[in-house]
């Protein structure tokens, strides 16, 4: 699918007046850029508006180009950076890509060609990612309230009916061979053939079915993974959910105190904690409060703890939260923490509730840290 790079905008910031129009007129038509004289400028223009690539010169007065990168980096890290400069200076690329995480650098003067393809490159890169970003948003949307278990069961129940209706047809067509080949003399060979397939294809469907109602024995263990990276990349995800909504002002702050490796799905990791952060969420839309995230780990395990400051869960429903019916909200039909709870149990682990001296909400996910047999 061809990318409508116009839709993806572009900020050039240069101090010299004659080479933002030259740039900006080299790149009308094909692409959208903007311009600002400083890095203040630009950093007034990324506020009000939503650029996909941040095109920037190393020499300006003020503050550089890696400064701003830097800058820029530390509030939108999804705006793909990229620096000019008017000479090949290694330490300052690597100054660059260290402190501006920026993606490339191109040295002036530059072609015309070179630096369309530069910037549809990036403009590629930043619609890939949105992509992905927003499938998961509606993934998340929409696997809320749905229990791991439901959905297999769900599954069962379908693969059932359809085996039942290719079943049918195999013994139709097993009885159309059986009838007098002069009948169907053009027909017969073929038919004798797609029988065949079909009766092998119903027998696997049919193991596949018995393995899937067992829950499917046999698969491999989940793999080791890094709880921090896991819950990091967590938090960024709920942090772009909360900058999509409109006068979203909740603060997530991750606290990454040890690298912990636990053997469970990431994604299942990630499922249960964007669950803890979204209830979070909903707790202190309101006030706009906090959302504390922290890893810890210790004595063979390790622990992902997500609190927030809004008003907690009554001394009342704390026994019943993990319920699956249970839900304070009549528009939502629980589950969510039920499903959490359960993935922390498969995991080894377990999902509690604390009431904090200092109010809000804190639930904590205890999982068993990977031995060192098992690293080996």
């Known amino acids: 699918m061809t990318v409508d790079r116009t839709n993806y905008p572009v900020l050039y910031v240069d101090d010299d007046h004659g080479n933002l129009v030259a740039i900006q007129y080299a790149l009308e038509g094909g692409f959208r850029v903007d311009i600002a004289q400083s890095a203040e400028e630009a950093l007034e223009r990324i506020e009000a508006s939503d650029y996909a690539v941040l095109l920037a010169d190393h020499k300006m007065p003020g503050m550089t180009g890696v400064e701003l ?3 820029v980096f530390a509030t939108h890290p999804d705006m793909v950076r990229i620096l000019f400069t008017a000479y090949a200076d290694v330490n300052m690329a690597i100054d660059a890509v260290n402190r501006g995480r920026v993606m490339r650098y191109l040295v002036k003067p530059i072609r015309n060609e070179y630096l369309e393809s530069a910037l549809s490159q990036a403009i590629d890169f930043v619609h890939a990612t949105r992509t992905v970003r927003d499938l998961q948003h509606t993934f998340l949307r929409s696997s809320a309230d749905v229990p791991v278990h439901t959905m297999t069961r769900e599954a069962n129940s ?15 067509l097993s009885d159309l061979t059986s ?28 193991e596949f079915q018995s393995r899937l109602a067992a829950g499917l024995p046999g698969r491999p263990p989940p793999p080791i993974v890094d709880l921090s990276r896991v819950v990091d990349a967590s938090g960024r995800l709920v942090r772009g959910l909360i900058k999509a909504r409109p006068g979203g002002q909740t603060q997530i702050v991750v606290s990454l105190g040890a690298s912990p490796r636990v053997r469970m799905e990431p994604s299942e990791i990630s499922h249960l904690v964007v669950q803890l ?16 995230v922290q890893v810890e780990a210790g004595d063979g395990r390790a622990t992902v703890s997500v609190q927030d400051d809004g008003p907690g869960v009554p001394d009342a429903e704390i026994a019943s939260i993990f319920d699956p019916h249970f839900t304070t909200r009549p528009d939502r039909a629980g589950m969510g923490l039920a499903v959490a709870s359960r993935l922390a149990a498969d995991a080894g682990g ?5 009431s904090p001296p200092s109010g809000g909400a804190r639930f904590v996910l205890d999982l068993p840290l ?3 047999g098992e690293e080996t």
């Not at 038919?191 to 469907?205: D, F, H, K, M």
């Not at 377990?350 to 604390?354: I, N, Q, T, V």
């Open 370 to 372: 990977v031995s060192e």
């Open 69 to 71: 990168c830097e800058r």
């Open 350 to 354: 377990a999902l509690s509730y604390e």
């Open 158 to 172: 379908e693969l059932a009916q359809h085996l039942e209706t290719l079943d049918t047809w195999s013994k139709h």
């Open 179 to 206: 009838a007098s080949p002069e009948r169907l003399p053009q027909l017969h060979d073929e038919l004798r053939s797609s029988a065949g397939e079909l009766t092998l294809c119903v027998s696997r469907l049919v």
């Open 277 to 292: 952060m979204m209830n979070a969420l909903q707790s202190v839309q309101d006030t706009g409060g906090e959302i504390h």
